[in-house]
T-cell receptor, first 113, second 114 residues
């Protein structure tokens, strides 16, 4: 069935360090991979996304990479700041056929000042 | 442009009751999806609506239902509430369905079942 695994479940880094979160998806028809950031008590907010025809996408301190062969995609945050502390969710979708998102289990990122 | 709105924001019900939650998408968005968020199960897909039709349904019992109106606003209903239905219910809107567009989430409705 459709499944997205996400690791690690918790990640603690020092301010200024990099953070990497990894996801693996099972549905080979998935072609859209968004990442959401959810702060405590807030709604999930899209921070970056990637489509299957692209291997890497970068937006300032955030980048996402996709390996379709291995069905892996990763979120990279450089120069972390305390305001990056939140829960991050990866998701996969058969974009273009449905808007249904299959979410990973989330990663609690704590950036220590 | 106003974001996705959901009402009510908080709801307390007792077992056996039913509840209706409402979602107003971003103006111009025609696709609305619903998700249940719990600490144990994470974010799980409930349904997807487009042009007043349910296009996709997640693995939830028939007690969970929904609908979409001609103005794209959507409601979901849960009948015969169980303690395990306590969760944050999120809706997300997207411009279209048969193309890849970003989905934007509402603030959610926190449902507590006692």
């Amino acid at each position: 069935g459709e499944n997205v695994e996400q690791h690690p479940s918790t990640l603690s880094v020092q301010e200024g360090d990099s953070a990497v979160i990894k996801c693996t998806y099972s549905d080979s028809a998935s072609n859209y991979f968004p990442w959401y950031k959810q702060e405590l008590g807030k709604r999930p907010q899209l921070i970056i996304d990637i489509r299957s025809n692209v291997g890497e996408k970068k937006d300032q301190r955030i980048a996402v990479t996709l390996n379709k062969t291995a069905k892996h995609f990763s979120l990279h945050i450089t120069e972390t700041q305390p305001e990056d502390s939140a829960v991050y969710f990866c998701a996969a979708s058969r974009g273009g056929a449905t808007n249904k998102l299959i979410f990973g289990t989330g990663t609690l990122l704590a950036v220590q000042p | 442009k106003a974001g996705v709105t959901q009402t009510p924001r908080y709801l307390i019900k007792t077992r056996g009751q039913q509840v209706t939650l409402s979602c107003s998408p971003i103006s111009g968005h025609r696709s609305v999806s619903w998700y249940q968020q719990t600490p144990g199960q994470g974010l799980q897909f409930l349904f997807e609506y487009f042009s007043e039709t349910q296009r996709n349904k997640g693995n939830f019992p028939g007690r969970f239902s929904g609908r979409q109106f001609s103005n794209s606003r959507s409601e979901m209903n849960v009948s015969t509430l169980e303690l395990g239905d306590s969760a944050l219910y999120l809706c997300a809107s997207s411009l279209e369905r048969l193309a890849i567009y970003e989905q934007f989430f509402g603030p959610g409705t926190r449902l507590t079942v006692l």
